[in-house]
């Protein structure tokens, strides 16, 4: 029968939800119930995003403070993001990822009800370690459990659902704000409570327990019993030059949280415009994440890098021609678009270059560059706009964006070709099954007992 004849149009609403199945399907269990703790963590985000907000507005603290504020936060970021990582191959993932957020949940709650400006500073500083200390053991045991040919989907639909809780976030927390800051973080400590049951309940440990033989070769080529300590990762020139490209356009990305709200109100939009424009950030990856990502899968990771860095260091560029809400959304729409296409694509490159017994420690290193990002870029755009102007600084931000264009390009031309997507030798996740396909099914009775439970719908 045609599509005519039975009342369906031809590449109409059919096509799009065959698409978004071959987006989600295929991935094992355990990978939807840490995407579902993923987006519980996500939807309770209020207190990085508002905390600026909070000091200025409820303490009636000075935008200078605030920034300092902000700035420790980093800082607790950057001490954690090494640690966690470490955790993360001595402990295991998912110890490490139930200390971290129940740290965080007593963390935020404390924070709500600090008065004293030493420290209101000093508790932000252990949110900002605590918060951060998770996301080596989330990446690596992602890593873990879903086979090399999946993860850069596997990694784009974690980042999707980030966005997804962020954009329902942000607009929960303005309405809750308006009943009272103190309980916008005690909703944020409920709901990572609520992530650490998950943790706990459905998702087994994932680390690879030590093999004979060697280590996938699209996994750095690393043998199971290479024994992998932070001076390896330090050593490892490739790997750290790719830590310092994203380095470079986490410092870009960051300027939309700081640097972006100062120079519209210098222009003398409000905040609720300033809302508005961030807000496209998030619907815009809700919307294009999945299809991008299909288009995306398989394509060459150097020139997916490549047009990424031009896409966000000229996106922030553009603010500099911005004189309406609309043209700063443009913007907006155009480095988010670098965003969606560099996110899954430099955390399969990380992957790719990590050996398996050291995961922990490389996406640790990893994360490093976003928590300094997070750290430096408030007080270097800040700087900037003071001495020079925002122009200049969204100048710099393009100027920025060529350079690591440039340093993937020169960096990712002597990048190995792909291994084989379907490479065994991998070391045998704890777990998973001897007799579990990739894909979660049972393929014999060694399988029986170690699958983890149905995951939630997608």
């Not at 997804?164 to 009943?179: D, K, N, Q, R, Y």
């Not at 960051?254 to 210098?266: D, E, H, L, N, T």
């Not at 994360?367 to 800040?382: F, N, R």
Request: charged share 15%; glycine share 14%; proline share 4%.
């Amino acid at each position: 029968m045609s599509a005519s004849m039975s009342g369906e149009r031809p590449g109409g609403g059919s096509r799009l939800r065959r698409a978004v199945a071959q987006s989600v399907s295929g991935l094992p269990r355990q990978f939807w119930w840490l995407w579902t703790s993923t987006l519980i963590n996500r939807l309770g985000s209020f207190v990085a995003t508002f905390l600026a907000l909070y000091l200025t507005v409820e303490r009636g603290y000075s935008a200078s403070y605030a920034g300092l504020v902000g700035a420790l936060y980093g800082l607790g970021g950057v001490v954690s993001s090494v640690g966690g990582g470490v955790l993360a191959d001595r402990l295991g993932r998912r110890p490490t990822l139930l200390i971290a957020q129940l740290s965080t949940a007593a963390s935020v709650a404390l924070l709500g009800f600090m008065t004293d400006p030493v420290a209101i500073a000093a508790v932000a500083c252990l949110v900002g370690m605590a918060s951060n200390a998770s996301r080596p053991a989330v990446q690596a045991m992602m890593a873990d459990i879903v086979a090399p040919e999946d993860r850069v989907r596997a990694f784009s639909l974690n980042y999707w659902a980030i966005n997804l809780g962020f954009a329902v976030s942000s607009t929960a927390a303005g309405l809750i704000a308006e009943h009272g800051y103190l309980a916008l973080f005690l909703g944020e400590s409920a709901l990572v409570l609520a992530c650490a049951v998950v943790v706990f309940v459905k998702l087994p440990e994932s680390r690879p327990q030590e093999a004979d033989g060697p280590g996938d070769a699209s996994d750095g080529g690393a043998g199971g019993r290479e024994r992998v300590s932070m001076l390896t990762v330090l050593r490892d020139g490739r790997f750290m030059t790719v830590v310092g490209l994203n380095l470079l356009l986490a410092l870009i990305f960051q300027q939309a949280y700081v640097s972006m709200p100062v120079s519209m109100g210098q222009d003398g939009f409000s905040s609720a415009d300033f809302g508005v424009v961030i807000a496209a950030n998030g619907v815009l990856i809700v919307l294009l994440q999945i299809p991008v990502t299909r288009f995306i899968e398989h394509r060459s990771p150097a020139l997916l890098l490549i047009g990424s860095a031009l896409l966000a260091g000229y996106g922030f560029g553009l603010t500099a021609l911005a004189g309406s809400v609309a043209m700063y959304a443009v913007a907006v729409a155009v480095w988010t678009l670098g965003e969606i296409i560099n996110s899954p694509t430099q955390m399969g490159l990380v992957v790719r270059l990590s050996p398996v017994q050291g995961r922990g420690r490389y996406q640790g290193m990893y994360a490093l560059s976003w928590s300094v990002a997070s750290l430096t870029a408030p007080l270097l755009g800040g700087t900037v706009i003071d001495h020079y102007g925002a122009g200049t600084l969204w100048a710099g931000c393009a100027a920025v964006g060529t350079v690591a264009a440039l340093g993937y390009a020169l960096l990712l031309r002597r990048l190995p070709g792909r291994a084989s997507d379907g490479g065994s030798g991998e070391p045998r996740a704890e777990g998973r099954g001897t007799g579990e396909r990739a894909d979660g099914e049972r393929t014999g009775a060694g399988a029986a007992g170690r699958e983890a439970d149905a995951p939630v719908a997608s």
